[in-house]
């Protein structure tokens, strides 16, 4: 059974940072390309970022690039977000998503839906306030 579990979110000032994790298991996270998504209240699902299967090819949304690291480690099975420099515009819930086949990207765009994706987990919310 695929699940992707996430943590990490939480409140934090404007300017913090914050490191989500998603945990991979029922399927061979090292072979799928993975992503970030998030949904702010009332909007659409946004794209955050893509990391490839082996990590080596990285993409992210105009709206968090040079603030945000995308990482993985495919020895623990899980998928990483490190968010710096948070803004009152990144509260949203953030999902991690897999791929719908292994191997490559089937691409997505900006305001993906969830269904889009293979499997997507829960989500956890991240709140950015003073």
């Known amino acids: 059974q695929v699940q992707l579990v996430e943590s990490g979110g939480g409140l934090v000032q404007p300017g913090g940072s914050l490191r989500l994790s998603c945990e991979a298991s029922?399927?061979?996270?090292?072979?799928?390309?993975m992503y970030w998504v998030r949904r702010a209240p009332g909007k659409e699902l946004e794209w955050v970022s893509t990391?490839?299967?082996?990590?080596?090819?990285?993409y992210y949304a105009d709206s968090v690039k040079g603030r945000t690291t995308i990482s993985r480690d495919n020895a623990r099975n899980t998928l990483y977000l490190q968010m710096n420099k948070l803004k009152p515009e990144d509260t949203a819930m953030y999902y991690c998503a897999r791929d719908t086949h292994p191997g490559s990207s089937t691409g997505v765009g900006s305001h993906p839906h969830l269904s889009d994706f293979g499997s997507w987990g829960q989500g956890t919310q991240v709140t950015v306030s003073s």
């Open positions: 990391i490839s299967s082996g990590g080596d090819s990285i």
């Open positions: 029922g399927f061979t996270f090292s072979i799928y390309w």
